[in-house]
């Protein structure tokens, strides 16, 4: 009895301020937060290499290119005198002779710059995109501007047509400010009109919106048949005993261990116009000579090739997830009277929703943003945003519209997750 | 079983044989018949075929010769949803992503009943087992206990004739378990459904079941009431299985209508009552209770043989004492004696004579 009383004691000396001590003085807290510190340090140290990648190659770059659909240095750069003498500018008659003035000073004073350093071709490219033409009009300019007199204004003028129009002074006023909505006004197939509202664009130049929702449908599509597909293979995958359920695995997981480059031939071979499926289908006489199907180059193709490489994502987080249903749930619901298709859609189906819900969330994410499938099998219907993300970037060089397209895309997706997270959770999400 | 009393049954098992791989049985020409509102229990080692009789009977197994029927009708070809029988499982497959209310409505819902009646039936089976307050939780925030409860509630609401139980305690621990016991007992004959329980607990068979079915092998070994099974085994393996048991291997000497003496393989020589052997010379396997062996010469009859036995282990239990004996070199010979005042306590070392009422040992059959 003496000997519990003591330690009774110990165990719960305060200190002066009543707060708990540990039997050498330190109060409790402390000793704890100090036992604990190593572990989080270790832990701390597990998780920084990747950590660390991650900021440098993932968030970094996004942020950079967040940043650059809204970044507009150029014109504020090259031409800071013709801003400031264009800030009262009504924008309903040409500039007075003040603004050339000021505009010629701006040009010369690049002309003696470095031929590196110059901010004249820039600003060349990015006037350009807010107005054909202005690109030729600057460099054109630029090669004389250097013999203009007085007055100015008369000088542009002969150097280039584009100087009397009111269009390019708008652009120019409207664009000196270091930053700038303009991309994603063009990359929403809208356009700023001689008021300075935004308006829809002709018919003939919308192109990014159909494109969106293209996008979007399509991946749609992609994870509707993965899901097709793939539910009945992952609940026989399920059934089955350890040693052929991983067998069959391999042949599911196939796709993911192949080169997309063979897999690619593959399809042509298959698909084409001359493949194997129409010559099939001619053969046995189902359609005629005349009219082979279109299976590639097309929508179909795309969808056909991209459900065909995401299948393992859909059927890998369901098979997890039919394998933890234990058979009794389906045999209790048949004991208890339902039958066997009530039981399957009551029981068995319902606990599968957290696997169908990752498997489709990947699905989806991840066909939103394919570059290479449908750029090699889609043709010109089966194209998706991020083929012309991919174009702006390689080929027409405006990267400022290509960060706006894909900051946009990056957006929708989120949205769209947050969306599913509020219909349907993703704590209840289950990927493997 | 005799074919007319058979007939008679509730549940009838006629000559079922049930094969997985058609190389071997797992139940072997199996003859049970069980009254209308009887608790039986199948009770074996694991892979004896109990659960497998369980399951051709709930139909999720299919006999694969022989006939089943169900108040008088042949049910192998009706499949499981049709038969009507209320199952709890073994780990009770509660449905997850129901609540207890909607869990307990599914069986009703099957059945196309309205809305109300639904609900008055939700509540009185709720209430049955004293779970009328959770009817809007989820299985998961239930204890093991709660979740039994639930589960029993759920086979019992569409209200069925039959229950079949699979190792439904097999979870708990041991105090709930008791619990739960009585609980199932108490409900099933307030109720007076016919009930088939599976379990390896014999306690819980002891306890639980008008007539308890040994399964080993394949095959009932006995079926018998709880007492008359404890008591009165058949056989070595039912004598072995059921409660703890003393052997002593012998051979016959003389039999004498209930009695007989049996020569130990070491000379000693026995009372005994013949069970399983008919003639003199034949190979026993005598079995005897530990709390029937007598240490108390006063308690015995005055011309019954007596053995030597040493004490090897005192052990006190509280309510009882436990002596470990060496018997014709058998060590594992255990006495079971009651803690009463006059009780002897023997010592480690100490050699005593103990013996036992002729109609206590019984000459059962001497497996190879």
Redesign the interface.
């Known amino acids: 009895m003496a000997m519990a009383d003591a330690t009774e004691q110990v165990g719960s000396e305060t200190d002066s301020r009543g707060r708990l001590v540990t039997s050498d003085g330190t109060p409790l807290r402390r000793a704890l937060e100090r036992a604990n510190r190593r572990r989080k340090f270790t832990a701390f140290l597990l998780v920084a290499p990747l950590l660390a990648f991650i900021v440098i190659f993932f968030a970094f770059p996004i942020a950079q290119m967040m940043w650059r659909s809204v970044d507009n240095p150029q014109i504020v750069n090259a031409l800071p005198r013709t801003l400031d003498a264009l800030q009262d500018w009504d924008g309903r008659t040409l500039p007075d002779e003040s603004v050339y003035a000021a505009l010629h000073a701006d040009m010369v004073e690049d002309q003696e710059r470095a031929r590196r350093d110059q901010l004249i071709g820039p600003l060349g490219i990015r006037l350009n995109y807010e107005l054909s033409a202005a690109r030729s009009a600057i460099s054109r300019t630029a090669r004389s501007v250097s013999d203009f007199e007085a007055p100015y204004k008369d000088a542009f003028m002969d150097a280039h047509r584009l100087w009397g129009q009111l269009e390019l002074w708008r652009v120019i006023q409207r664009e000196g400010r270091p930053l700038t909505l303009s991309y994603y006004v063009a990359a929403l197939d809208r356009e700023y009109n001689e008021d300075g509202q935004i308006v829809r664009r002709d018919e003939n130049r919308q192109i990014y919106v159909s494109l969106f929702i293209r996008t979007l449908v399509l991946s749609l599509a992609i994870t509707g048949m993965t899901f097709l597909l793939g539910f009945p293979i992952a609940y026989f995958l399920s059934t089955l005993p350890m040693r052929y359920a991983n067998l069959l695995m391999i042949a599911v997981l196939l796709p993911f261990w192949t080169s997309l480059l063979v897999r690619t031939s593959a399809w042509i071979v298959l698909l084409q116009q001359q493949g194997v499926i129409n010559e099939l289908l001619v053969n046995i006489g189902l359609i005629s000579d005349g009219n082979r199907l279109n299976l590639m180059y097309n929508q179909t193709g795309t969808i056909i090739a991209m459900t065909h490489i995401l299948l393992p994502f859909m059927v890998l987080p369901l098979y997890s997830v039919m394998k933890t249903i234990p058979p009794s749930y389906m045999r209790a619901a048949k004991s208890l009277g339902a039958t066997p298709s009530t039981a399957f859609r009551r029981v068995y189906f319902p606990q599968t929703l957290p696997g169908i819900g990752a498997g489709g969330v990947l699905v989806f994410i991840i066909s939103i943003g394919y570059y290479i499938t449908p750029a090699l099998v889609g043709g010109q219907s089966g194209r998706m945003i991020s083929n012309e993300i991919a174009r702006h970037i390689q080929q027409s060089l405006n990267w400022g519209l290509a960060a706006a397209l894909g900051s946009l895309l990056l957006v929708g997706v989120l949205a769209l997750y947050w969306l599913y997270n509020r219909l349907v959770g993703t704590d209840s999400l289950k990927f493997g | 079983m005799v074919a007319g009393q058979a007939s008679d049954g509730f549940v009838v098992f006629d000559g079922v044989q049930k094969s997985y791989d058609g190389e071997t049985l797992v139940v072997k020409d199996l003859n049970l018949s069980v009254a209308k509102g009887e608790f039986l229990t199948m009770l074996g080692p694991s892979g004896s075929g109990k659960t497998t009789c369980l399951m051709m009977l709930?139909?999720?197994e299919t006999a694969t010769s022989g006939e089943i029927l169900l108040d008088g009708k042949p049910i192998n070809s009706v499949?499981?949803?049709?038969?009507?029988?209320?199952?709890v499982?073994?780990?009770y497959?509660l449905?997850?992503?129901m609540t207890v209310g909607e869990n307990l409505g599914?069986?009703l819902e099957?059945?196309g009943l309205g809305k109300s009646e639904r609900e008055k039936k939700i509540m009185r089976a709720l209430d049955m087992v004293q779970m009328g307050a959770f009817v809007n939780r989820r299985p998961a925030q239930l204890s093991g206990g709660q979740q039994q409860r639930i589960a029993l509630a759920?086979?019992l609401v569409?209200e069925p004739e039959l229950v079949?139980m699979d190792e439904p305690l097999g979870a708990l621990d041991k105090q709930l378990r008791e619990h739960m016991q009585f609980e199932i007992t108490r409900l099933a004959h307030d109720l007076g459904i016919t009930t088939v329980y599976v379990t390896h607990d014999q306690t819980e068979a002891l306890t639980m079941s008008d007539n308890v079915a040994v399964f080993e092998d394949g095959r009932i070994q006995q079926l018998d009431p709880p007492d008359v099974l404890y008591e009165e085994p058949k056989n070595s393996f039912v004598a072995q299985f059921i409660g703890e048991n003393n052997t002593l291997d012998g051979v016959v000497k003389e039999i004498k209508g209930e009695h007989c003496v049996v020569e130990l393989d070491g000379g000693e020589l026995i009372d005994a009552k013949p069970v399983n052997v008919t003639k003199v010379g034949e190979r026993t396997r005598v079995s005897i209770r530990p709390e029937r062996v007598e240490a108390n010469k006063d308690r015995l009859d005055s011309e019954a043989h007596l053995i030597k036995a040493q004490v090897l282990e005192f052990i006190y239990m509280g309510d009882v004492f436990r002596t470990r004996l060496k018997v014709a070199g058998n060590e594992n010979f255990v006495m079971k004696t009651r803690n009463a005042p006059d009780q002897v306590r023997h010592k480690p070392g100490d050699m005593i004579e103990i013996g036992w009422l002729p109609k206590d040992c019984r000459a059962l059959d001497c497996p190879a």
Do not use: D, E, S, W
């Open positions: 709930a139909g999720f499949p499981p949803h049709k038969r009507g029988i209320g199952m499982f073994q780990n497959a449905f997850p992503h599914f069986p099957v059945r759920r086979a569409f079949l």
